[in-house]
T-cell receptor, first 114, second 113 residues
Framework: DTGVSQDPRHKITKRGQNVTFRCDPI?????LYWYRQTLGQGPEFLTY????????KSRLLSDRFSAERPKGSFSTLEIQRTEQGDSAMYLC????????????FGEGSRLTVL | AQSVAQPEDQVNVAEGNPLTVKCTYS??????LFWYVQYPNRGLQFLLK??????LVKGSYGFEAEFNKSQTSFHLKKPSALVSDSALYFC???????????FGGGTRLMVKP
């Protein structure tokens, strides 16, 4: 169990640029989640995959956000035309189907939009 | 819509004393309830969960939580706090049909020697 890894750990970008984050889940976990966390707040759900299928997406998620999980392995989260309000920690978590609600989180990718 | 409230931003307790971190929830149907902990510069870690059965559930590091349906609460407890318990604690809820965990805003626990 090597844990959930996220890359990059930190990203500083200018407003209007596109950014992409990668998440490598624990290999035997078929469920993958993206959350966003801002300072002083709890994690906010963004989207959920079961294998390669994106099954849930937050209604709060702007069309500028897109996520993929090709082949049901790693996942990417892309933010297009970044805005200062996108500055946050982006968290990835994975979970085996049999352990309801037990998410294994990565350390996150911190985005700063200037 | 499901929601979680953690009414205390911070809880201070002396080492060796019992601790309680409060959580109330709102969800349709039967709740699935969780506690996670976040240590500095570390990812969130699962502590314990309530799905069904006994209202008192035990988890990692000596923590336990009590489910109270009438009060819609799921308070985290530990009989004797350690300085190393100092961290950010998050309560979360999920309904029994969905896959999404909804987290509370977190409570910072400070245990002083």
């Amino acid at each position: 169990d090597t844990g959930v890894s996220q890359d990059p750990r930190h990203k500083i970008t200018k407003r209007g640029q596109n950014v992409t984050f990668r998440c490598d889940p624990i290999s035997e976990h078929n469920r993958l989640y993206w959350y966003r966390q801002t300072l002083g707040q709890g994690p906010e759900f963004l989207t959920y995959f079961q294998n390669e299928a994106q099954l849930e997406k937050s209604r709060l998620l702007s069309d500028r956000f897109s996520a993929e999980r090709p082949k049901g392995s790693f996942s990417t989260l892309e933010i297009q035309r970044t805005e200062q309000g996108d500055s946050a920690m982006y968290l990835c978590a994975s979970s085996p189907a049999v352990r309801i609600g037990e998410l294994f989180f990565g350390e996150g990718s911190r985005l700063t939009v200037l | 819509a499901q929601s979680v409230a953690q009414p205390e931003d911070q809880v201070n307790v002396a080492e060796g004393n019992p601790l309680t971190v409060k959580c109330t929830y709102s969800v349709s149907g039967n709740p699935y309830l969780f506690w996670y902990v976040q240590y500095p510069n570390r990812g969130l870690q699962f502590l314990l969960k309530y799905i069904t059965g006994d209202n008192l559930v035990k988890g990692s590091y000596g923590f336990e939580a009590e489910f109270n349906k009438s009060q819609t609460s799921f308070h985290l407890k530990k009989p004797s706090a350690l300085v190393s318990d100092s961290a950010l604690y998050f309560c979360a809820v999920r309904d029994n049909a969905g896959n999404m965990l909804t987290f509370g805003g977190g409570t910072r626990l400070m245990v002083k020697p």
